[in-house]
């Protein structure tokens, strides 16, 4: 019989990089708030965690990151003048990111590493079960990993990451996860990990991505873990304890995604993911296309 683990409802984003690829756009605008096509990237991953049902997030923020704050509070001259207007759409558009969650905010006052900053959100997690949702990673809506995550975590217990296959030769750009086969087919139980390990010394060439579903015996642990790799405190290094002791806190599985994934930390990646999303759009993409293969076609 399938065990019945503790219901999730709440996700942590860590927003507290300072975005030095993308310099000098970032100098005074957070790069999470960089927009893809016209919201803001971490729009789109507040957005994931509520479709999966989690309502109450959490923001691990630094400085210069009060327009994070703003974009999720409500803006009444703003609205006011919409509604003068009587501009009922936009008003929509405008009121639809201070309506989405629950918002709190918590600031990562030394930026120590990811592992830090999830150690940030334990006051606020207690012992519940919680996501993490890097801001880098923009998952399509139409590929509901989270989702599938939290049902994992919900039926086998303990940590649940979220893995992509990758070329070899890109593996020392991501954590690598040793891993087991189980009797679903997207899911694997992971036995170790490594921190951007060379090619010729990573387990497999199954990537660590910026989603995760953690057991709260992963906070004990980020406290006695010690600066990993660039001087930082790595999560993976504490996933890596949790892999391979079940007895601290559960097991530690994978759900392998092949969905459509948007990389926005790579200034190439962050143009190809907006004109992706801009291609799809349904008031936008038939007139991009026609403008983009011109554009190609007079290139080429």
Known sequence: MTQSHPRISKAVIPAAGLG?????????????????????AIQYVVEEAVSAGLDDVLMITGRN?????????????????????????RLARVQESSDLATMHYVRQGDPRGLGHAVLCAAPHV???????????????????????MVEVQEQRGGSVIALMEVAPEQIHLYGSAAVEPTNDADTVKVTGLVEKP??????????????????????DILRKTEPGRGGEIQLTDALQQLASDEKIGGPVHGVVFKGRRYDTGDRGDYLR????????????????????????????
């Open 20 to 40: 030095t690829r993308f310099l000098p756009a970032t100098k005074a605008t957070p790069k999470e708030m960089l927009p893809v096509v016209d919201k803001p």
């Open 65 to 89: 990151k009060r327009p994070l704050e703003d974009h999720f509070d409500r803006n009444y001259e703003l609205e006011s003048a919409l509604q003068k207007k009587g501009d009922a759409s």
């Open 126 to 148: 207690g012992q519940e079960p919680f996501a993490v949702l890097l801001g880098d990673d923009l998952i399509d809506p139409r590929d509901p990993l989270l989702k599938r």
């Open 198 to 219: 060379d090619p010729a010394d990573a387990p497999s060439n199954y990537a660590v991505i910026g989603r995760y579903v953690l057991d709260p015996h992963v906070f």
């Open 273 to 300: 993911a907006i004109v992706r999303l801009a291609c799809e759009r349904e008031d936008l993409g038939p007139d991009f296309r026609t403008w983009l293969r011109s554009y190609v076609a007079e290139e080429m």
